[in-house]
């Protein structure tokens, strides 16, 4: 019965914070469409229509809900309803950063981050303006913003998206000492996976990579109150970590923001920290052909968001390069708008 109620609770709860976000959603498109005469882009592909979409979204709360009964996670806790200030006043800069916003995105010019001081430490890659962020993510404006944003874009559903990499890792740890097992997040951002992890698995050692200082920052306060993990300031296609060091690593949301070439030499890195036998855990975009009726959504992401490498990662072959790697295919799914990919290093 309590598992049961467990799922209940859940399902309502990421149902209401889901609806909240929907309207946070629609009132930035219509603040948006307000703010000048840029016309929409529209795809020449299929895209799905908002009952599509919303049925689908349920299908993935429903998911995580009975993943929840099954316990195989613990139940999402509310960020935003546990501090409803400071979510409120996120929400207020997101709004207010978006007249500056729109303005590069009609003048196709994204380059804020590149005048940041910090700019010169990091790839040129990635001293861009990613999802027309003001600072791209080299700023602190950018860390505490970014996931009242991607959770506006998403309707809520980031969070519920993110949870599906939870799964493999459940099965995985069946049998085994988490205290004896490391997890290597790689470009962990804000924490809030790390977060999603660490309430899993209390004692597990974590480590998080990523290339902003102020994005590790704010993930230590994610994970402020519960047992830290070791963040480490550096890019994913050179990490500082022993070969063969890694029981899982996780990439959640990375590979779309990367060049070809890096995305390659990323998962090389992966396989070489990871350890025989050990889980790499991928989400990410899904790609063309994934959701055939829903190809006009990627198409157009492009081109509503500054997403450089994007167009590439659509149509990349990733199944061929982590094979490449060595990492061998465990499965596939498509929760909601992401692709998870679970692989083991042969």
């Given at each position: 019965m309590s598992d049961n109620l467990a799922m209940a609770a859940q399902l309502a709860?990421?149902?209401?914070?889901?609806?909240?976000?929907?309207?946070?959603?629609?009132?930035?498109?219509?603040?948006?469409?307000?703010?000048?005469?840029?016309?929409?882009?529209?795809?020449?592909?299929?895209?799905?229509?908002?009952?599509?979409?919303?049925?689908?979204?349920?299908?993935?709360l429903m998911s995580d809900a009975l993943?929840?009964?099954?316990?195989?996670?613990?139940?999402?806790?509310?960020?935003?309803a546990a501090s409803l200030p400071r979510h409120l006043a996120r929400v207020r800069q997101m709004f207010l950063?978006?007249?500056?916003?729109?303005?590069?995105?009609?003048?196709?010019?994204?380059?804020?981050?590149?005048?940041e001081a910090n700019?010169?430490?990091?790839?040129?890659?990635?001293?861009?303006?990613?999802?027309?962020?003001?600072?791209g993510y080299l700023t602190e404006g950018s860390a505490r913003l970014y996931d009242v944003q991607v959770e506006t874009l998403f309707m809520g559903a980031a969070g519920p998206m993110r949870r599906s990499a939870l799964a493999p890792i459940?099965?995985?740890?069946?049998?085994?000492?988490?205290?004896?097992?490391t997890l290597v997040d790689v470009a962990c951002g804000t924490g809030?996976?790390?977060?999603?992890?660490?309430?899993?698995?209390?004692?597990?050692?974590?480590k998080g990579v990523d290339l902003s200082r102020p994005y590790l920052d704010e993930t230590r306060r994610q994970l402020q109150g519960l047992r830290g993990a070791e963040l480490i300031e550096a890019p994913a296609e050179r990490m500082p970590l022993d070969s063969a060091s890694a029981d899982i690593v996780t990439s959640i949301f990375l590979f779309h923001e990367l060049p070809p070439e890096v995305r390659r030499a990323v998962t090389a890195e992966i396989?070489?920290?990871?350890?025989?036998?050990?889980?790499?855990v991928f989400l990410d975009s899904l790609q063309m052909g994934d959701r055939p009726g829903w190809d006009g959504l990627i198409e157009a992401f492009p081109e509503r968001f500054h997403e450089p490498?994007?167009?590439?990662?659509?149509?990349?072959?990733?199944?061929?390069i982590f094979t490449a790697a060595g990492l061998e295919p465990e499965m596939t799914t498509t929760p909601f708008l992401s692709k998870l990919m679970v692989r083991r290093k042969a």
């Open positions: 709860g990421q149902s209401l914070r889901c609806g909240w976000y929907f309207a946070l959603n629609r009132a930035l498109d219509w603040r948006t469409d307000r703010l000048g005469d840029t016309p929409r882009y529209k795809p020449a592909r299929p895209v799905p229509s908002l009952q599509e979409l919303l049925a689908a979204q349920a299908q993935l993943n929840v009964r099954d316990g195989l996670y613990p139940p999402m806790v509310d960020e935003e950063d978006l007249p500056e916003a729109y303005a590069r995105r009609a003048q196709k010019d994204a380059t804020t981050a590149r005048a700019a010169a430490e990091v790839p040129d890659y990635y001293a861009q303006d990613f999802h027309f962020q003001t600072g459940a099965h995985f740890m069946v049998g085994r000492d988490q205290r004896q097992v809030r996976f790390l977060r999603q992890v660490r309430l899993a698995y209390p004692a597990m050692r974590l396989a070489r920290v990871l350890k025989p036998g050990g889980l790499l490498y994007y167009r590439h990662y659509a149509i990349d072959d990733l199944e061929g």
